[in-house]
Nanobody
Framework: QVQLAESGGGLVQPGASLRLSCAAS????????MGWYRQAPGKQRELVAT???????NYADSVKGRFAISEDSAKNTVYLQMNDLKPEDTAVYYC?????????WGQGTQVTVSS
């Protein structure tokens, strides 16, 4: 069974950068698309970035130009580089498969952007 472990969050000021990591452990069978999701307080979880195993990426409009998703298949790890962070990026960030969520959610990593 695959387990997901997110890390790299923190408390930063607006305009700062963070790099999130999502490590997958266990047996992985042909995961073709991975994504980063986030859930802000009182809001539904939303998909913000995806990457295919061929390296194609896609982003939500709200993060386009500021976030970059990548993966290291040898390490079973997906990354999210977040630049020019804004207060509205504050959320718990998770990774999982997409468009269908097929793995158990990890604990997520908290990102707080505040001055």
């Amino acid at each position: 069974q695959v387990q997901l472990a997110e890390s790299g969050g923190g408390l930063v000021q607006p305009g700062a950068s963070l790099r999130l990591s999502c490590a997958a452990s266990g047996v992985i069978f042909s995961i073709s698309v991975m994504g980063w999701y986030r859930q802000a307080p009182g809001k539904q979880r939303e998909l913000v970035a995806t990457v295919t195993n061929e390296g194609f990426t896609n982003y939500a409009d709200s993060v386009k130009g500021r976030f970059a998703i990548s993966e290291d298949s040898a390490k079973n790890t997906v990354y999210l580089q977040m630049n020019d962070l804004k207060p509205e990026d504050t959320a718990v960030y998770y990774c999982n498969t997409c468009p269908t969520v097929r793995l158990s959610w990890g604990q997520g990593t908290q990102v707080t952007v505040s001055s």
